[in-house]
């Protein structure tokens, strides 16, 4: 793990050595954030969060219950963000911004990748987590007790984070976790507690642990703003690396962190507060795309109201949040493969900004299968009868050579259908070829360790029996079905 990372720092620095590694400095004025737990210990007791009957056990959830906001709760503007960012400081680095060839010829338009599995966890979620650390330990000094619930990444992001700050790092995980993941927690030195069999039961148990330390304090995977604004740093570096806005960005949610760092992101650059956004998910793992939707009577409405009734079939249940005035639904299970795509509800806070982005962001949904197969052909697979058939010859599989777990292929999917990627962007068909080619895209290459070659193999069986079910992929984005040609 080790000399990954000082080689990735190497490649990041070698490349983009002449591009400033600083952010602005901050405004100076005092941040109030959200706390999960209280200054004291024994106002961390007293205002735990309650399991009874009607609440979600979802990070959510849990986290309202813990707090009471002020009026400038979440004014993140003066987040310190003049930190050094690379590894040695506990903080981020800045990932490059590379023109993708292969991904270009094949949509006809310029398609760049935005490479965050270089951050010094192999993901995205090292930005806010490490930013966060850095302020937690800043408030509560080396005593700093870092508890975080996760179903992989963001838990080695906190454990880099911890090890490189000096703090002490708790990671519990679903049982369903692979060994090799539990072992790169515990090798950048974090206790690692397995338990429960989805996301949420490990986080209720996480809370309870919590009670026991004075010094513990919660981190959270992704409904934090300052986790948000640690995300946003990356829409900074890319204003500096393409100079003009793209005409769409590609991301996947999960919980929504990502998501919620590009909207933050782009709101505060001029020209770029209207640029759209393209959320992926997996079925059976699309809490985000279930929160539009609600919110939107169905994407019918360009302006966002409660939904006035439920479908009983729905796989969610409801909760309003009163502090967006957004409804979040609660999935009641979880069928993607995609763990790390496995939140069952989204952030309020995030969902928020995404009915109130100025530019469009459109809700993507893809089968496992499709993202296995993007999967493979990202890492330039040979076996090409399960890559998709806009590939045009056997050399157009010889890509970037990187390995993606589901998650992060479920972003790069698009990718490899032209007539996905078009009816995504250019929905009405209007866009004449050259006009096509002069659009920009950027796919933000999130990351992830949960991936292994074993793995990638792992895929033929599944996909030859999706071949042999059916000849298309299913896709659905703003409630609209799209078949794709396998």
Known sequence: MDAWVFSMQAITEELYLTVSMYLPASSGTTVIVRSIWSQTDSDRRANGPSFGSGSHDSEAALRRNTSHKSENEYDVSSCNMNAEMNPSTGTWIQTPLIYSSHISDRLGCSAYLKLENLQPSQSFKYRGVSLRVQELKAQFGPALHVFIASSGNAGLAAAVAARNLQVRCTVYLPVV?????????????????????IYSEA????????????????????????LWKGHSSMVEEMKSQLHNPPDAIFCAVGGGGLIGGILLGSQSIAGWDNVPVVSLETHGSNCFYHAISLNTQGFGSKTSSLPSSIPPEAPYTVQISEEYQVAIPYMRTLTSRAASLGATSPAPGVVRMALDHAGEVKCVCISDEFAMSTARAFAGEQSVRHIVSSLRSPTDVDEHKFLLELACATTMSPAYSYDLFWRILDSTSKLSAEEKRKKNVIFIVCGGVKVTFDELSEYDPILDRAAEAEREWKVICNGTEICVPK
């Open 203 to 226: 986080l209720k148990a996480m809370y309870e642990a919590t009670k026991e330390d004075p010094n513990a304090v919660v981190l959270s995977g992704y409904d934090d703003p300052v």
């Open 177 to 197: 976790v692979a060994q090799a993941t539990q072992d790169m927690l515990r090798k950048q030195g974090a206790d690692v507690v397995s338990v429960g069999q």
